[in-house]
């Protein structure tokens, strides 16, 4: 049996021409949308902050994972610090806001992986609600009402709270 080197060639070339055209493609596209995408990130990153710190106007970086929030006068009214910590699913990351009196103003979950219907109800309004006021360490079961069904993950976004009370405590306010 000869081999027919016509046969191997020519659907090579043909292939190795399409894949070249589908990567420039996709780089193009990357390239014009990047820094759309990265804008549209960042308002919907400063939308989450203006809901756990309402009375804040503008926000400026002050560490990696906090920012302060100050009014339309430029007066500090808070600050948000953002943590992560594992949940039952994998690791939670939440955005929890602290007002000028040092207590917590808003909780929300940036991200997660708990179950669908029990531990991503920790995501849900009425159970982050309860959070508000809070300035000292809470527990779950003491100050804080867990999820039926959902322990872990009520717990996960206690001790995340818990630790951005700290951060802002030993770090934040420090400086």
């Keep these: ?3 027919d080197i016509k046969k191997i060639i ?27 995408i990265l804008e549209r990130a960042e308002q919907d990153i400063n939308a989450t902050r203006k809901i756990v710190l309402s ?5 400026e970086e002050v560490k990696d994972n906090a920012v302060v929030g100050k009014d339309e006068n430029g007066n500090i ?8 910590i594992k949940g039952y699913g994998g690791n939670m990351q939440v955005m929890v806001g602290i007002d ?10 940036l991200s997660h992986s708990e179950t669908p219907g029990l531990g991503a109800k920790a995501a849900d309004d009425g159970f982050l609600s309860q959070f508000k006021g ?27 709270v818990n630790k951005a009370l700290n951060e802002y405590i030993t770090e934040v306010k420090s400086e």
């Design 134 to 160: 809070i300035n000292s360490e809470a527990e779950v079961g003491v100050e804080i009402d867990s999820i039926s069904g959902a322990t872990i993950s009520s717990a996960a976004v206690t001790d995340a």
């Design 10 to 36: 020519k659907p090579t070339i043909s292939l190795f021409v399409i894949c070249l055209l589908t990567t420039t493609f996709l780089a193009v596209t990357s390239a014009l949308t990047e820094k759309k």
């Design 55 to 59: 009375t804040a106007d503008t926000f």
């Design 1 to 3: 049996m000869k081999l």
């Design 77 to 84: 009214v808070g600050h948000v610090i953002t943590v992560t």
């Design 100 to 109: 000028s009196d040092e207590k917590v103003s808003g909780v929300s979950i």
